[in-house]
């Protein structure tokens, strides 16, 4: 029965994001991206002649496999090249569902598999990243395919199958090949080889555990072998140099960007400035309370149940491996506090495998030989919180990336304490909104000429949410229209509103009738008061990677 629930769970996420992946919008990244993968195709249809994908702006510090592949798509399916690139984003994230279902089907039994699909489905972050994060979605979704190898290469150990063997090295050579931080993945596996030999050494001896992990390493050689390939094509500047991959760490290893402000917890703060607590922080007000709380209980537990010297050997391995896929990233971002913006984008890979933590946590709460009040109690929360979610996302839509809990006080309360639509997907309804004015008054540029579009946000997706009758600019000097995200960056404007893009008490984005107007700047950014100088205004934030 909870396998069929899964799977209808699939499909009707499946059917709801074919019907509405048009709506979202384009951000500051979406142009630059579909660039990059066009460049790579260029790049292997020349026969490796044309080399602009190595050395593309910052994009070929990473892996452009979903780039590539939207590029491809866009040419065979009857979508414009976005509404591609959406759909694709959209079977990506389906697919990620999908692997950490069979994740925790495995190491918790159907309904733990069941519990935590349903979870990471009706869970805005993952579900509104899905459609628009060409970068961390993706290495998401690669990252929990290489722990689903990895679990069933401790499953299986010290044999693993070649169906193991194919995962994990695809799930790697996806995630390396996607993000130089698939390298957590590895220190997970580490830690759980290095518990699964020392609990075989105390039980069997150190000789025998160590030729049980020679054999063991020895049959990885062609997962080994397969991530580099798959590495390889999706991330061709990572193989053209042996170096290049240490080349990157040492890239991210600083902020190599000019510094800009970002809202966080109602201050301005440059990114290298955010406080170690940015990610827990935000993880604890931006994830349904349910699915926090069950995912903290569950990697407790699973921790404790690895503690345990009652329990197989293996089976205190996969918990390790699973609890480290999601605790280490926050850990080592606390204790070093490297650059942090644009919320928690960057951590979407511990989204699955908290699922997974909490379909075991809830699993083990319905177990029989629970207590009975438990068990209600749990039913009852699920019961509860799951449509409630759900009834928030609709309400979203399609900003559900930008969900804050009750802790927060849902998108109104944290309006004004944390940054709502930093990718400014609101400009197409914005867009949209403003060409229905117009054609609904029967208005048409005087002259013959566009309309010129002062746009506070990015310009390449207010350009294609316009059309061709539009011109943006960053000036609002002589322009006739504004089009101003709700971010603390953008002013609010002395002009007639023509519409508010709202969504569940918080304003997403404006348009303005400039016409007579004289508005000397869409920007307001106010200097960042420290300990020893006020820094000066930043520019307006423009293309960020």
């Known amino acids: 029965m909870s396998d069929r629930l899964a799977i209808a769970t699939l499909a009707l996420v499946a059917l709801i994001a074919a019907l ?78 999908a692997v950490t279902w069979r994740i925790a089907r495995r190491v918790g039994g159907p309904l733990a598999g069941l519990i935590a699909l349903v979870l990471l489905a009706a869970c805005p972050l993952y579900y509104g990243h899905m459609f628009i994060n060409p970068k961390d979605a993706p290495f998401a979704v690669a990252m929990a395919v290489f722990l689903l190898g990895l679990v069933r290469t401790l499953e299986e150990y010290p044999r693993p199958s070649p169906a193991t063997l194919a995962i994990l090295g695809a799930g790697f050579g996806l995630s390396i090949g996607s993000r130089i931080m698939a390298g957590f993945g590895v220190l997970a596996a580490l830690g759980a080889f290095a518990l699964l030999l020392a609990l075989e050494a105390r039980a069997q001896g150190a000789r025998d555990a160590a030729a049980r992990l020679g ?25 053209i140099d042996p170096l290049n991959p240490i080349r990157a760490i040492g890239v991210f290893s600083h902020f190599f960007e000019k510094p800009w402000q970002e809202l966080f917890d109602s201050a301005l703060l440059t990114p290298t400035e955010m406080p170690r607590r940015y990610v827990p922080q935000l993880t604890l007000l931006q994830l349904p309370l349910v699915f926090n709380l069950l995912g903290m209980a569950g990697s407790g537990g699973m921790l404790v149940t690895a503690a345990r010297s009652s329990r197989p050997a293996r089976e205190r391995a996969i918990y390790v491996a699973v609890s480290l896929a999601m605790l280490l990233p926050v850990l080592v971002t606390i204790a070093t506090r490297p650059a942090m913006y644009n919320g928690v984008r960057h951590f979407l890979f511990i989204l699955p495998p908290l699922a997974v933590c909490a379909g075991l946590a809830a699993e083990r709460a319905f177990r029989p030989e629970r207590s009975r ?111 101003s995200l709700g971010e603390f960056y953008c002013a609010k404007l002395d002009a007639p509103q023509i519409v508010a893009v709202e969504r569940a008490g918080a304003i997403f984005a404006r348009a303005y009738d400039l016409r007579g107007r004289n508005v000397p700047t869409l920007f307001t950014i106010p200097p960042v008061e420290r300990d020893d100088q006020a820094l000066p205004p930043v520019d307006p934030p423009r293309r960020r990677e």
């Open 373 to 483: 009040m438990l068990r209600i109690a749990l039913a009852a929360m699920l019961a509860v919180a799951l449509p409630l979610q759900v009834v928030q996302m609709v309400r979203l839509h399609p900003y559900q990336y930008a969900s804050f809990n009750l802790l927060a006080g849902g998108a109104s309360g944290a309006r004004d304490r944390f940054m709502l639509d930093y990718w400014g997907l609101s400009l197409k309804q914005a867009a949209q909104a403003l060409r229905a004015q117009l054609t609904a008054r029967g208005e048409v540029a005087p002259d013959g000429r566009k309309w010129k579009v002062a746009v506070c946000g990015p310009h390449p997706g207010a350009r294609v949410a316009l059309g061709d009758a539009f011109e943006p600019t960053w000036e609002p000097k002589g322009a006739d229209f504004a089009l």
């Open 20 to 97: 509405t992946f048009r709506d979202y919008g384009l951000g500051w990244d979406d142009y630059t991206h579909s660039q990059y993968g066009d460049l790579l195709l260029a790049f292997y249809t020349s026969g490796f002649k044309d080399r602009r994908a190595l050395e593309f702006v910052n994009l070929y510090l990473y892996g452009g496999g979903f780039d590539m592949a939207a590029a491809l798509l866009a040419k065979i399916l009857p979508f414009d090249l976005f509404e591609t690139r959406r759909l694709a984003g959209a079977a990506v994230g389906i697919a990620g569902l």
């Open 215 to 239: 054999a063991c390493l020895l049959r990885l050689l062609p997962a080994a072998v397969l991530a580099y390939a798959v590495m390889a094509a999706v991330w061709p500047w990572g193989v």
